[in-house]
């Protein structure tokens, strides 16, 4: 099981739909926005996605209450916690906000710094996707997470 991991969109339509199109390509069962959404003006870009998606708010997002309607409730704050294929999962847009080694978690996602990462540590993976928006590096990136095999990589769109 895939799932597609953004972060830091940061109101760049653009760059969003190419997002979506590389998750729909690659049959991902799931996409987690680790925040920095922007305005709510992006959430239709994402309701283009063949599969479902939950996100949380980043330092960023400005327009809480908008951003919450126009995703009937699918961006939370953080931190954003679930379980899939028996796997723990948490989703925050800045890793400073919670202790990685005290979470019970298989997967750590997170976004702010725009550097995609990924870590290795205390069995545990943490995936920083990088900026999909692409404004402070230049480079915009996503990052895909086999789930059955706890692996994950980077992808530049």
């Known amino acids: 099981m895939k799932l597609g991991i953004l972060s830091d969109s940061h109101d760049n339509l653009i760059k969003i739909k190419q997002a979506v199109k590389f998750f729909n390509k690659n049959k991902v069962y799931l996409v987690l926005h680790a925040g920095d959404f922007v305005a709510p003006f992006t959430i239709p870009k994402l309701n283009g996605l063949s599969c479902e998606w939950q996100g949380v708010f980043g330092n960023n997002d400005g327009e809480r209450v908008g951003l919450a309607g126009a995703s009937e409730g699918k961006i939370k704050a953080a931190p954003l916690r679930m379980e899939l294929v028996n796997r723990k999962i948490v989703l925050v847009h800045d890793i400073n906000t919670i202790n990685p080694q005290e979470e019970e978690a298989d997967l ?20 920083n996707p990088g900026e999909c928006g692409g404004w402070l590096t230049g480079k915009s990136t996503v990052a895909l997470v086999d789930l059955v095999s706890l692996s994950a990589e980077h992808f530049k769109i």
């Open 108 to 127: 750590i996602i997170f976004g702010h710094t725009h550097k995609p990462e990924i870590i290795n540590q205390d069995k545990k993976v943490i995936v």
